[in-house]
């Protein structure tokens, strides 16, 4: 069974938890309010094995760090809400210049990334495991949202084809998942 | 996390995910994870720390080739503290 089907349950306790939560946010009780998140019951164990040795598979890279490209890209706005709205992630180039990337998201501390951006955008370490032969390559670009996205179904029902579609364009056979 | 981990395991790409907050990351249940004792902002690694970057990749990528089903999990241990 996919996580789709599984929404049709969910999305009535969402819906109940959005009235409880809502009018606790603007009082700064966001503890309170997401104490009582519902959280998303999964049922089914997708798993998939290489059918070649990673030093010859083609990685791609995910990450909630909420990097977009100064000046090129839309910036993410703000935190995820509570409605429909769809998740939306941005395709970075494994070789941008750095000096352009900016990070949208607030719900973290920028600080490590600062000092050393491969503390949550691993892109030397990983050109360093292409280089030494440990995987066979990277992907053209790594795929960035935001994170904290309290309503799942616009995740699951549209974000996550579309990040399958852009992986699958890049032909990558395996992904490292980096949240923030 | 974790749902992306098991969309995109679910049409045939491998996964794994680093987690530096189990009990969130395990609740949806993703297809292998690598739990580190690191800092949200750094999951990967402390800045500059060239090895620890390094081992966090590579026990990802240890796990996706080498995990034997749905559910695995690479947990740092205490020594690591």
């Known amino acids: 069974m996919s996580d789709a089907a599984q929404l049709d349950d969910w999305q009535p306790k969402f819906e109940s938890w959005v009235e409880f939560a809502k009018p606790l946010l603007p009082q700064g009780k966001a503890r309170e309010a997401f104490a009582e998140y519902p959280w998303f019951t999964t049922v089914g164990d997708p798993f998939v094995t290489l059918s070649k040795p990673a030093s010859e598979c083609r990685f791609g890279l995910v990450t909630t760090g909420g990097y977009s490209i100064d000046g090129e890209q839309e910036p993410f706005t703000g935190l995820p809400t509570f409605g429909d709205e769809v998740p939306e992630f941005r ?24 000092e050393d951006i491969n503390a949550n955008l691993p892109f030397d370490r990983l050109n ?12 053209n670009e790594t795929l960035v949202l935001m994170g904290l996205q309290p309503n799942v179904a616009p995740l ?11 992986f699958k364009a890049d032909d990558v056979e395996a992904a490292l998942l980096v949240p923030s | 996390m974790s749902l992306i ?3 995109l395991e679910a049409e045939g790409i491998a996964t794994a995910l680093v ?10 249940r993703p297809p292998r994870q690598v739990i580190r004792r690191l800092n949200i902002g750094a999951t990967v690694g402390r800045p500059h720390d060239l090895e620890g ?6 026990r990802m990528i240890s796990l996706i080739e ?10 740092d241990s205490k020594r690591n503290e």
Do not use: C, W
């Open chain 2, 5 to 7: 981990a098991r969309g």
């Open chain 1, 156 to 166: 699951i029902n549209e974000t996550i084809p579309e990040i399958l579609a852009a």
């Open chain 2, 53 to 58: 970057q390094r081992e966090t990749l590579k």
């Open chain 2, 66 to 75: 080498n995990a034997e089903g749905h559910g695995a999990v690479d947990k």
């Open chain 1, 91 to 114: 395709k970075i180039p494994t070789d941008v210049d750095r000096s352009k990337l900016v990070i949208n998201h607030h719900g973290y501390d920028h600080k490590y990334a600062k």
């Open chain 1, 128 to 139: 360093e495991l292409v280089d030494e032969g440990v995987i066979g390559s990277l992907s």
């Open chain 2, 19 to 28: 987690s530096v907050m189990p009990p969130l990351s395990s609740s949806a």
